[in-house]
């Protein structure tokens, strides 16, 4: 039968991600599901509210804000998971609930000067390019530690761990070796910061690696929501 609600669709990604768990040894939900609306219009949102979704990410700053204003809360929780240029985080900080991608410690300066004080701690994540592309943005692997140290002595954030974009191959081992180094990677920063217990890679096409390899984050927006519309924005749009 072809899944054509929302509903059906996100009950489908959660069921595989729980078959993941089990099958990788992973405690049961111990993976979350973070909900990628990135383009995605109210009511794509609200059905998927509606049958209990309550993590969403959002990769355009003034798109997301325009969100979570209309929601209100509702007990939802937002992640910025697209990347961030110095003149829109303040935004950011002032409404999103985490942020995946710092790279820099200029933008974590920001995001933390900028946080309203009656608003607990920026949860944050360091990005790390673990493929070393180029054309993919986070620190490399070596700086990592760091970024993380710095981020940690920030009083207006939470270091809470690490976030990265594997790179798409068909080849399954060099897949699986990037997750196995990022999976390195978040024991030391654990075994270092009491505060940080999220992995969070893999997408709709590496969920099975990223599983097996620790993740406890894994971000899915087509897979749920369909393909993703052309986004209309200017250029100074992030």
């Known amino acids: 039968m072809i899944m054509t609600t929302i509903t059906e669709r996100l009950k489908s990604a959660i069921s595989s991600i729980r ?8 405690p049961a939900n111990s993976v979350q599901l973070l909900a990628v609306t990135k383009t995605k219009p109210i ?7 509606d049958a209990g979704q309550r993590h969403f990410g ?29 003149n829109k985080s ?12 710092v790279e820099r410690e200029k933008i974590a ?13 920026l949860n944050v994540c360091v990005q790390v390019n673990i493929s070393g592309e180029e054309s993919k943005s986070g620190v490399a692997p070596r700086d990592a530690l760091a970024l993380a140290q710095h981020i940690n002595s920030l009083d207006n954030l939470v270091l809470r761990g690490l976030m990265t974009i594997g790179k798409p191959s ?27 217990d999220t992995l969070s890679m893999g997408m709709s096409g590496d969920i099975d690696s990223a599983i097996a390899h620790g993740s406890t984050m894994v971000r899915i ?3 749920i929501f369909g393909q993703r519309l052309p986004k209309q924005t200017n250029n100074s749009e992030v």
């Open 221 to 223: 927006g087509s897979a």
């Open 58 to 86: 959002e990769n355009y700053v003034q798109e997301g804000v325009e969100k979570i204003l209309h929601f209100n809360n509702q007990h939802l929780t937002w992640h910025f998971i697209g990347p961030l240029q110095s």
């Open 90 to 101: 303040k935004l950011v900080s002032q409404h999103f609930d985490w942020v995946h991608t």
């Open 19 to 26: 078959s993941n768990e089990n099958k990788n040894n992973r």
């Open 170 to 196: 068909a080849d399954t081992a060099q897949v699986d070796a990037q997750f196995a180094k990022m999976n390195e990677l978040f024991g030391l920063l654990q075994n270092e910061f009491p505060t940080v």
């Open 109 to 121: 300066n920001r995001l933390n000067d900028q946080r309203p004080l009656d608003k607990p701690p």
């Open 43 to 49: 009511t794509d949102i609200k059905e998927a509210v």
